[in-house]
């Protein structure tokens, strides 16, 4: 007999096994059935088979099951819907490999028990008394379990007469069952009913053979003695298209396999219909559906090259390429045949000259939008501002942003209002493809008790990703600041050349997104010399990590659920003491950045026993948080921090400070909304008692 294993992948999946313990429906739900009959309560209980993936397997196939709490029937509904579970499960046994097994559903009713076959039980049903109930068992018989024979991956089945029926020969649902001897039956979507073998062995006697190459048939890495599981012969299926299309065969197709039944040996032979077509390379490349994007910017950014050859996975990177441009509301792209012939001389693969068009098309984002910011903590008080943002202002990706933010809205560790103004502009692919120009002017002015500043600050650089990681970026910068501190006011003018490295492999596409694993890493060195005041050359050099590591790993948790947290902070300043480098320049802690518990600058040397921080020349901190996730998208955390600042250029010097605490997360489509609460475990002259933080994202 044969079968259609796409049938059955609606049962395979491995779902949670909610059917270890009865459970009872609602006892005055109208029915849903379009009758008139009284709502019949009943609770279900699946016997196991100890063995999780069929027990899930047969939860997730039981209607009885899924439907007792939403969809109330009454008698006669009922019983069919106890009849069509017999055919349900058995998909459900056959689809992990156990064509011998039986289903077994007995219903009491009161006292009485009763085969869910028994032709008299819609009318046992309909006789109950009201609210009374009925509990279901279902159990399986499971009897050996079958394994794969013969594989055979053959050409596609030409139409010819049918061949000569065999003797016993019979229609049989599918996924098969229990049967006498090998027999055959293909679905109608398989192949026309008159071109079908009725045997395994008349189907390799009508058809060529297919041979694989290396890699295809690592790919495809399916062997006689196997468990015959649907899934793991769907997935060979899958798995061995992908790997001919990514070998330049875009037409390739790979026929749902069929399946013949020997009971006797306990065995299914299988049969894949494989057919490659030609192989091509990639043909012209069209875009469709620009309004106000340069087409001329998409193709020179574009990966894809005409004459290459033709792989989905080198399609769908130049696709999210596109998309990462952040212009677009979707990009989508399709073959576009017919295969064409192209000259020798546009061609990247010598011999190769068919070619497969593919064409792009696009949906474009609103080219502006406006955004809010808010945000609060007891030490910096809160901020509160509004952006607009031009995302593709001359047609080829550039960004110009326009921000006005006003701050020092309360706070421990501010003394007044101040605010923050800048315009920043990106240019993509400045010069060279995958280099970001970035420019910002910036006003700022912050009332801090370490000091107060008012400045003008101009920057510009280049920012380029190398690798799937890495990110590197240089930049100059030129500020002109007044700054107050202990009565005294100065002015000076920095020009400084900031280097930096990152990395980044926790792969989130929104980086307000909690990281469940991988490493965030930076570091920074940023040469400047203070022009005004007295002249200073110094180097500021700072590195920062962190890690995440899911407790899933240890098998205690579901994946993303339970998260560690690690962080690593280290700064030194290099060339000048602490006195002859601008105060804003200086290192400081405290604050969801560093050190929580304690106010924002308010880790290290202090002016006497006051409010006021003097800042150092080196910093370290470490942060070590567990995350919660919870049902009904809140979340929890609980954290310890501790940092120190010193007055020497080797960091590990001074008080070490250290905070805890913990927080609530909501999580919403954009990003978790955190509240935390810290306290200082050995709180300096002048310090918080406590601190309050809000915002969006984690801290790190």
């Keep these: 007999m044969s079968c259609m294993l796409g049938v059955v992948t609606v049962f395979c999946a491995p779902l ?69 579970d017999y055919d349900r499960v058995n998909i459900a046994l056959e689809s992990q490999g156990y064509y011998a097994g039986s289903v077994q559903i007995s219903v009491k009713v009161g006292t009485r028990v009763v085969d869910g076959k028994d032709p008299s039980l819609p009318d046992i049903l309909k006789a109950l008394e009201k609210n ?25 089945l030409e139409k010819v007469a049918a061949p000569a029926p065999v003797a016993g020969s019979q229609t049989v649902k599918t996924p098969v069952a229990k049967a006498p001897a090998s027999k055959a039956k293909t679905p109608p979507e398989a192949a026309p009913a008159d071109a079908a073998p009725v045997t395994f062995a008349q189907a390799v006697a009508q058809s060529q053979s297919v041979t694989l190459a290396p890699d295809e048939r690592k790919a495809f890495n399916l062997s006689s003695g196997q468990p015959a599981v649907a899934e793991t012969v769907l997935a060979a299926q899958n798995t061995l298209l992908n790997q001919l299309q990514e070998d330049g065969y875009a037409t390739a197709s790979v026929s749902t396999p069929v399946a013949y039944l020997e009971p006797q040996t306990q065995k299914l032979d299988i049969v894949f219909r494989v057919q490659r077509g030609p192989r091509v390379v990639i043909g012209p490349i069209g875009m469709e559906g620009l309004v106000h ?26 696709r999210q390429d596109l998309v990462s441009t952040g212009v677009f509301a979707s990009v989508q792209v399709r073959n576009a045949p017919p295969i064409i012939t192209l000259p020798p001389s546009r061609t990247l693969m010598p011999g190769i000259l068919q070619a497969m068009p593919i064409e792009f ?44 933010l006003v701050t ?29 120009l970035s420019v910002r002017l910036e006003g700022v002015r912050q009332l801090l008790y370490s000091y107060h500043q008012t400045a003008i600050i101009a920057r510009a650089g280049l920012n380029r990703h190398v690798g799937k990681y890495w990110n590197l970026s240089g930049s100059l910068m030129g500020e002109q600041e007044q700054i107050k ?23 989130l596409t929104n980086p307000i997104d909690p990281a469940t694993h991988g490493v965030r890493a930076s570091l920074s060195i940023t040469p400047s010399e203070s022009l005004e005041s007295g002249s200073t050359f110094f180097t500021l050099l700072s590195a920062q990590a962190s890690t995440y590591f899911d407790l899933h790993h240890l ?9 560690i947290a690690v962080r690593g902070i280290v700064g030194s300043v290099q060339g000048a003491s602490t006195y002859q480098i601008p105060p804003d320049q200086r290192l400081y802690a405290g604050g969801p950045a560093t050190v929580r518990g ?19 020349t080196s910093m370290d901190a470490g942060s070590v948080e567990f995350r919660q996730r919870l049902p009904m998208n809140l979340g929890v955390a609980g954290f310890v921090d501790a940092g120190q600042v010193g007055t020497g250029s080797r960091p590990g010097q001074g008080t070490l400070r250290v905070g805890y605490g913990g927080g609530v997360r909501y999580f919403t489509p954009i990003g978790p909304i955190r509240v935390d609460v810290a306290l200082p475990m050995n709180r300096p002259p002048q310090g918080d008692k406590w601190e309050l933080y809000f915002g969006l994202g984690e801290t790190f």
Excluded at 135 to 156: D, H, K, N, V, Y
Excluded at 408 to 436: C, E, H, R, T
Excluded at 492 to 503: G, H, Q
Excluded at 602 to 611: L, M, W
């Design 16 to 84: 949670p096994l909610y059917a270890k313990a009865p459970k009872t429906a609602a006892t005055a739900q109208p029915v849903s059935d379009g009758t008139s009959e009284p709502a019949i309560p009943y609770t279900v209980t699946l016997t196991p088979t100890k063995h999780p993936e069929l027990d899930a397997a047969i939860s997730a196939s039981s209607q009885l099951e899924s439907l007792q709490a939403s969809h109330a029937v009454g008698a006669y509904a009922l019983a069919g819907r106890i009849r069509s």
């Design 132 to 156: 009374q109930k009925v509990a279901i068992t279902i159990s399986s018989t499971l009897g050996p379990r079958f394994s794969l024979g013969s594989i055979a991956l053959l050409a596609p």
């Design 293 to 318: 994007t340069n087409q001329s910017f998409l193709r020179n950014r574009l990966e894809l090259k005409e004459g290459e050859l033709y792989r989905p996975s080198r399609i769908e990177a130049a």
């Design 361 to 404: 098309s696009f949906k474009e984002a609103k080219r502006r939008t406006l955004s809010a910011e808010v945000g609060y903590s007891t030490d910096l008080g809160g901020r509160l501002g509004a952006s607009w943002t031009h995302h593709n202002l001359f047609g080829n990706a550039e960004q110009l942003k326009l921000t006005a």
């Design 408 to 436: 020092g809205l309360g706070g421990s560790a501010q003394q007044g209002l101040g605010y923050d103004v800048y315009a920043d502009f990106m240019k993509p692919d400045f010069l060279s493809k995958g280099q970001n």
């Design 485 to 507: 501190q202990f009565g005294d006011t100065r002015s000076y003018f920095i020009v400084a050349a900031p280097l930096n490295a990152t990395f980044d492999n926790t792969r």
């Design 555 to 563: 098998g205690i948790s579901r994946p993303g659920r339970s998260v």
């Design 598 to 616: 304690f106010r924002y600058q308010g880790v290290g040397p202090q002016y006497g026993r006051t409010k006021y921080a003097i800042g150092g």
